[in-house]
Nanobody, 122 residues
Framework: EVQLQASGGGLVRTGGSLRLSCAVSGLTFGEAALGWFRQAPGKRREGVSAINSRTGRTYYLDSVKGRFTISRDNTKNTVILQMNSLKPEDTADYYC???????????????WGKGTQVTVSS
């Protein structure tokens, strides 16, 4: 059974930083495609960032490019999303996701972690 345990959300002011972590178990981490989605109230879930653990290839939503960085620690089976220069529009529940392909679309995700809330105050 694939398990994804996300942590690191919280409340921060505009311009601040947060670091989300996702501990992954139940799959071959080095072969997995992992990512982060977010969902704000009343909006659809959108892919924020993704990484192919085998190749290191990454994806970023246009609105977070240059501010967010995704990385993985293959020794700890953890994927990390470093979020800098946060804006109020980044406020959402963030979900860790696993897929057999780059998880940029929710329909491609086979396993979800529980959401972690990120709130950016103005």
């Amino acid at each position: 059974e694939v398990q994804l345990q996300a942590s690191g959300g919280g409340l921060v002011r505009t311009g601040g930083s947060l670091r989300l972590s996702c501990a992954v178990s139940g799959l071959t981490f080095g072969e997995a495609a992992l990512g982060w989605f977010r969902q704000a109230p009343g909006k659809r879930r959108e892919g924020v960032s993704a990484i192919n653990s085998r190749t290191g290839r990454t994806y970023y939503l246009d609105s977070v490019k240059g501010r967010f960085t995704i990385s993985r620690d293959n020794t700890k089976n953890t994927v990390i999303l470093q979020m800098n220069s946060l804006k109020p529009e980044d406020t959402a529940d963030y979900y860790c996701a696993a897929s057999t392909r780059m998880p940029t679309v929710a329909a491609w995700v086979h396993s979800w972690g529980k959401g972690t809330q990120v709130t950016v105050s103005s």
